[in-house]
Structure formats: C-alpha cells, structure tokens
C-alpha cells in the first residue's frame, strides 16, 4: 500500500512570497490534516478536512495560510505572502477516519529567508 | 484543555539496556494516547495506541507502553534498545470528542550508544 506522497520535499524561498505545498493521502482516507512542525517542538494541527469538507482550522493563520481538498482526495496548502516564522516542516496525514490512527508522510521543509 | 508533556529532552541508553521514554498528559475525560517515531528527513511512523483495555500495549519494533491512570502517564519501553532505534519520540493525546483532534509533546530524542 503506498504511502502518503508529499511535494516538493525542500523549498526555498524570500519573505513576503508565495509557496504551495500538494498532498496525495493514503487511497481510501476520508480524513486528512495539515501540520507544521518547527524545529524542537512536536506538530501543531494547521487544518483538518474530512473529504472535502474543513472540520478544524482554528489554528490555521487564515490571513495568510489557505488550503483546500477538492474532490475529496488530493490537497494543497498556500502560504501568502511567507513570513521567516512560517520556516518549519509542513506535514500531511491521513487516517480512514477522524478516530484511526494516522498515517503521515515525509513532510516539505521550508525555509524563508 | 488538554496537554502532552515528554520531561526528557533527550534520553541516552547502551545498546541492550532497557530504555524508558516518559509521557504525562492531562485531559477531562477518557486519554486516547498514541506513540509516534520520526527519523530524519521522515515523516512520523505510528508505533502503538491506547484506546481501552490492557494498560500495558505491545507496538511495532518491539515496543510497548504502560497506562497508567492515577499517574497520567503513558511511558513508552523497550526491553532491549537497538542502535537502530535512536530517533525522536511523540507522544500524543487525542480529544474524545469534536474533530479528535491529536496534540503532540514536544519530542524525546532517544540515542542509543553502542
């Protein structure tokens, strides 16, 4: 069974531009979250969808950070315009339900400088 | 609110020894607590979960934890470590209800010396 795919795995870029982060979840996973993960500290939930639809983003910095899930599957998240704060490793997971385990993949590191 | 704490920031161990990593929480209701490994430039692997039942859960590579109510705490032990199995350690705690959402501690970097 594949795993759940990330892209890119290494991203470069200034302050004040944009990134997009994709995401391909385990097949069958209704449920999939967005993570950042700054260096020394554990991951902090950014956004959590069940199909389609957003069931937690109360700690998404919604001026600035945007994602989406269409048709159920695939995700991307959006950072617009990065700060140098935003540099952290943004993880996906994904779980059969909000109440499995999840399943995480190899993450993007980003660096804003 | 809940919370994860992981006391040790790192935790050093020769390579047959037993190893222990330490795990506290605080939630009201009922702990749904999991134990993830992340190795560099990975993702983090689930290892084992506490729902219900035996307080004692057997995971992957050998690992297992010890629930233990009146001590909120969710240690994480192997009988003998492996130099394999240095990395960095979560423990998390999910909600009983709304999103179930996870919240992870901190992280516990285990070095298992030869």
């Known amino acids: 069974e594949a795993g759940v795919a990330q892209s890119p795995r290494y991203k470069i870029i200034e302050k004040r531009q944009s990134v997009a982060f994709w995401c391909n979840p385990i097949s069958g996973h209704a449920t999939l979250y967005w993570y950042q993960q700054i260096l020394g500290q554990g991951p902090k939930l950014l956004i959590q969808f069940q199909n389609n639809g957003v069931v937690d983003d109360s700690q998404l910095p919604k001026d600035r950070f945007s994602a989406e899930r269409l048709k159920g599957v695939d995700s991307t998240l959006k950072i617009q315009p990065a700060k140098l704060e935003d540099s952290a490793v943004y993880l996906c997971?994904?779980?059969?339900?909000?109440?499995?385990?999840?399943?995480f993949g190899p993450g993007t590191r980003l660096t804003v400088t | 609110a809940q919370s994860v704490a992981q006391p040790e920031d790192q935790v050093n161990v020769a390579e047959g020894n037993p190893l222990t990593v330490k795990c506290t929480y605080s939630?009201?209701?009922?702990?749904?607590l999991f134990w993830y490994v992340q190795y560099p430039n990975r993702g983090l692997q689930f290892l084992l979960k506490y729902i219900t039942g035996d307080n004692l859960v057997k995971g992957s590579y050998g690992f297992e934890a010890e629930f233990n109510k009146s001590q909120t705490s969710f240690h994480l032990k192997k009988p003998s470590a492996l130099v394999s199995d240095s990395a960095l350690y979560f423990c998390?705690?999910?909600?009983?209800?709304?999103?179930?959402?996870?919240?992870f501690g901190k992280g516990t970097k285990l070095s298992v010396i030869p």
């Open positions: 997971a994904s779980s059969q339900s909000s109440v499995h385990e999840q399943y």
């Open positions: 998390a705690l999910r909600s009983g209800a709304g999103s179930y959402q996870l919240t």
């Open positions: 939630v009201s209701g009922n702990p749904y």
